[in-house]
């Protein structure tokens, strides 16, 4: 048993952070608690990597929920990190940070302080930005957020111009004064490698003697008296432990993690836990409940131009790529495969966005089931072009299934549960296919492999996406941040409703999905709690 100021549970994007910030001054007695490894490993760092990452168990969840009745009744797989960085170690580094209407939209559900204006210096500290510092962009923060156009698939130019002829603005900044239009995608990536959040935040911090860094150690518990939370329980090899905090226990586990060990402590709906046989600390009905998640379906085209496949599928061009990263970091090894893509609006008279397109130059439909071959792709040029959208109406639930702290819960995201999600997907593939009746590129589009053009009624294409349609890996909402204890986890200063010296700080209270992919929110989340805890609220 040992005593600190802060135990953090969860190395991932928003604990990454909080280790850094809670630590700086050297004042405060810091734990970090981290169920998987170090980050060290080759397929981390190398950015084109996450494609070995997602299935890998050493540094993933591998997560899959129930079967889901709008997939027609296919379970979903969800990869989440396992290792220090969490998912910013393994996700596909698009560094988007949502709209700016989202965030107002957090402070008019009772969250005050979470407003676009409030939050926008959490995202400017946070980045090194290639663009430089700016109204909208840092020039000094840990976290580098790289213009990587020089090096992107010349194919992705062609994206663009048919989203011009399309009638969709070519947007050179997502994150800047505007979200909608089409363009390519910042990432957080320096020299080469990935700049996840372990790399950005921890590991500077870890040479702090106030800062102690736990690896592989599985969180059980959290210790709780009289209301109060006074502690973690963890297992770490075979042997279980304590740790006491004296000022505070934050969860930073994410959208699964957190709900699952705030239930398996106790504090949860009443009946999930006394069907778990849990006894009941603190009743808190929301906890795992409202869970919200992106869900995208793609389409595959034979390309007359060459494509990532080309450079990438035969052994000659994989040592080329090999040769180029290792003596530039440079080239389709330091990049995503997710290189472009934009926002765009299905009815004109909507406030903001409300689909986001993805354009990769690769495609990998021939893998045996289990993989993700980005360095192995299909053996003919072709591309994907991909929707999702911003704000799902359908809301689902993670429910522990017992007292075990390591059986995964159950995971239940009720994709398509709402006729709203069907109908802008819908619009969505729709303009996946005016976007390749446009000139630039009916060019180069030899077919449509998928889902075909056969595939032309409303009632086939939803049968379609009710097929094909994925997680775009965005999970959030489990600890909703909101005043009101029944519906809501979290109040907006993070304080778990019912109990004293316990917050959560990462993607599970967001009150709802921001417009676009989650990391860069997850970790201005990390850089608010930071600043509310240190000031003592």
């Not at 609006?345 to 986001?356: E, I």
């Amino acid at each position: 048993m040992a005593d600190y100021d802060y135990v953090i549970v969860g190395a991932g994007s928003a604990g990454c952070v909080l280790a850094n910030r809670l630590s700086a001054d050297g004042r405060h007695r810091v734990l970090l608690i981290e169920a998987g490894g170090s980050d060290r490993r080759f397929w981390v760092q190398v950015p084109i990597g996450y494609g070995k990452t997602y299935y890998q168990q050493a540094v993933n969840w591998r997560y899959t929920t129930q079967p889901v009745p709008g997939l027609n009744g296919h379970p979903s797989y969800w990869p989440r990190g396992k290792v220090l960085g969490g998912s910013s170690a393994i996700n596909a580094m698009v560094y988007i940070r949502g709209n700016a209407l989202d965030y107002d939209a957090w402070e008019r559900a009772g969250n005050p302080g979470w407003a676009y204006k409030d939050v926008l210096p959490y995202f400017i500290r946070s980045e090194t930005n290639a663009l430089g510092a700016g109204p909208y962009h840092g020039g000094s923060g840990p976290l580098h957020v790289a213009d990587v156009s020089r090096d992107l698939h010349p194919i992705c130019q062609d994206f663009i111009e048919a989203g011009r002829q399309a009638g969709l603005d070519r947007n050179p900044d997502f994150n800047g004064a505007r979200q909608d239009g089409v363009g390519l995608y910042q990432l957080t990536v320096k020299d080469g490698l990935r700049m996840s959040t372990a790399r950005a935040y921890l590991h500077p911090a870890m040479r702090r003697p106030n800062l102690q860094v736990r690896t592989h150690a599985h969180a059980t518990q959290v210790l709780c008296q009289a209301g109060r939370a006074i502690g973690v329980e963890y297992e770490r090899g075979g042997r279980r432990l304590r740790a006491m905090a004296n000022k505070e226990v934050i969860l930073c586990g994410g959208a699964i993690n957190s709900p699952q060990l705030l239930q398996l402590s106790g504090i949860g709906p009443c009946q999930v836990l006394q069907a778990a046989g849990i006894g009941i600390v603190c009743e808190s009905p929301a906890v795992g409940m409202n869970l919200q998640d992106h869900i995208g379906v793609d389409y595959l085209f034979r390309s007359r131009k060459k494509t990532l496949n080309d450079e990438l599928h035969p052994w000659w061009g994989k040592l080329a790529a090999g040769m180029q990263y290792i003596a530039f970091r440079r080239g389709p090894l330091s990049l995503s495969v997710n290189q472009a893509g934009g926002f765009f609006k299905t009815a004109p008279d909507l406030a903001q966005p409300n689909m986001q397109l993805y354009f990769s130059p690769v495609s990998y439909t021939r893998a045996a089931p289990g993989t993700r071959p980005l360095m192995n792709p299909d053996p003919f040029p072709a591309f994907l072009l991909g929707v999702s959208n911003c704000r799902p109406a359908s809301r689902g639930y993670v429910r522990v299934r017992s007292a075990d702290p390591f059986e995964a819960p159950e995971i239940q995201p009720n994709y398509l549960s709402s006729q709203a999600d069907m109908d802008e997907l819908l619009q969505g593939v729709r303009l996946i296919r005016e976007l390749a009746r446009m000139p630039a590129l009916a060019a180069i589009i030899e077919d449509e492999l998928r889902p075909g053009r056969q595939c032309r009624t409303d009632e086939a294409l939803a049968q379609d996406i009710r097929e094909n349609a994925w997680s775009v890996f965005h999970p959030c909402s489990t600890c909703r941040m909101g005043p009101d204890p029944d519906t809501c986890v979290v109040d907006p200063r993070l304080r778990v409703h019912g109990m004293s010296n316990l917050r959560v700080a990462d993607a599970s209270i967001f009150p709802s999905l921001v417009s676009g992919n989650t990391n860069a929110a997850a970790i201005m989340v990390g850089e608010k709690a930071a600043d509310l805890i240190l000031a003592g609220d």
